[in-house]
């Protein structure tokens, strides 16, 4: 299957700093990317939907202004949480689009935020 | 109304015997996509077997199989032939759209324990 990589794997931050996560689709181009964030022993939330070239598109709830995502070219997103808060602390996963709709998933990122 | 539904928080099972994880969806899209993952304690989801609305016969990967039973709108996965390393959270998850949409939904997930 396709490869998504992330970086970093896991991050510890002081609260009031910025983190800046890194999704590569390493052998495939994914026009549309996707940004996960998933509490323990919970499901996926979906956190928006990144596509290449233009705007991405957030799911309600989530604060663009506070993660922002960049999809500049078909393997790369980032995903910024900005002025991190404890609240932030959670595991991040971004999934590139397959030719099937079906999602390929990162390793994600853990961040804590102290 | 939930979108994906899996009822099984929690399902045990012998090694080398199958078990069937349950999942059923909800949609008025004629057009959808039905995927399982399964997700280890390292976190990483890993994409499993997908069945396309369309598809007239049940998906197959490995050891991995799919019940697709669109009039009850169910979608189980069957396991064959447990494995220790099948021991995972394993979550169901559902594209509307067709080819175009972007709508993906998951399920609570099912934790699977493989007894050795």
């Known amino acids: 299957g396709a490869v998504v990589s992330q970086h970093p794997s896991r991050v510890i931050c002081k609260s009031g700093t910025s983190v800046k996560i890194e999704c590569r689709s390493l052998d495939f181009q994914a026009t549309t990317m996707f940004w996960y964030r998933q509490f323990p022993k919970q499901s996926l939330m979906l956190m928006a939907t990144s596509n290449e070239g233009s705007k991405a598109t957030y799911e309600q709830g989530v604060e663009k202004d506070k993660f922002l995502i960049n999809h500049a070219s078909l393997t790369l997103s980032t995903l910024t949480v900005t002025s991190a808060h404890p609240e932030d602390s959670s595991f991040y996963i971004c999934s590139g689009e397959g030719p099937v709709g079906e999602q390929f998933f990162g390793p994600g990122t853990r961040l804590t935020v102290l | 109304a939930q979108k994906i539904t899996q009822t099984q928080p929690g399902m045990f099972v012998q090694e080398k015997e199958a078990v069937t994880l349950d999942c059923t969806y909800d949609?008025?899209?004629?057009?959808?996509?039905l995927f399982w993952y399964k997700q280890p304690s390292s976190g990483e989801m890993i994409f499993l077997i997908y069945q396309g609305s369309y598809d007239e016969q049940n998906a197959t990967e490995g050891r991995y199989s799919l019940n697709f039973q669109k009039a009850r709108k169910s979608a189980n996965l069957v396991i064959s032939a447990s494995q220790l390393g099948d021991s995972a959270m394993y979550f169901c998850?559902?594209?509307?759209?067709?080819?175009?949409?972007?709508?993906?939904?998951f399920g609570t997930g099912t934790s699977l324990t493989v007894i050795p």
């Open positions: 949609t008025s899209d004629q057009s959808y996509g």
């Open positions: 998850a559902m594209r509307e759209g067709g080819w175009t949409g972007n709508q993906f939904y």
